[in-house]
Each structure stands twice: as C-alpha cells, then as structure tokens.
Nanobody
C-alpha cells in the first residue's frame, strides 16, 4: 500500500526558508513525485515535480528560481523553499503517480496528509 508522509512545515518570516520532506513507501516502480499547495478559498495548484526514474524536474512559474525539488540520500522527496513570500502561505501536500508525465497535475492519485506553511 502506497503511503506518503510529509514533514517540515511551520512559520517563517518573508524572505526566509523552509524545507519540506516527503517519505514514500509501498512503491515498486519509478514514478512522479510532486508537491502541491492549497490555501483557503483557492484551487489546489501544482508547485514542483520530480521523476524518480531520471531526476527530471518541473516548477510552476510562481516558484521558479526560489524552490528546489530533489531526492535526498534516503530517497525522500524534498522541497527546499527559499525567499518565501506571504503568498506562499498554504497547506502543502506531497503527491505521487506512476508514469513519467509528471506535469499532468490532475493525474496524481496518491496523497499525503499535508503540512502547513505560513509566511508572514
């Protein structure tokens, strides 16, 4: 059974940094790992993705140059968030899907429970 567990959210002042981590279990094939976010009253949006089979990454325009997605030595999917802005405040979710078309945001079908990020 696929399970995703996020950690690392919290509160930070504008301009600061936070690191989110997602531990995945139950997978047997290469897959897309993604980070999404949703704030109250807004639609959920994809933030960044990485393909575990080759390391290719993709970022939403709103975070390009500020956020970095990568896999650490323990194969956790990490989202390093720098130069944070108040508009980055949201619940952040780790998600996954099999396949390599990682930019198909609507096709992610495994989700973590979410972790809150607040930027003031």
């Amino acid at each position: 059974q696929v399970q995703l567990v996020e950690s690392g959210g919290g509160s930070v002042q504008a301009g600061g940094s936070l690191r989110l981590s997602c531990a995945a279990s139950g997978y047997t094939y290469s897959r897309c790992m993604g980070w999404f976010r949703q704030s109250p009253g807004k639609k959920r949006e994809g933030v960044a993705t990485i393909y575990t089979g080759g390391g290719g990454t993709y970022y939403a325009d709103s975070v390009k140059g500020r956020f970095i997605i990568f896999q650490d030595n323990a194969k956790n999917t990490v989202l390093q968030m720098n130069s944070l802005k108040p508009e980055d405040t949201a619940m952040y979710y780790c998600a996954a899907r099999y396949g390599s078309s990682c930019q198909r945001w609507d096709e992610y079908n495994y989700w973590g429970q979410g972790t809150q990020v607040t930027v003031s």
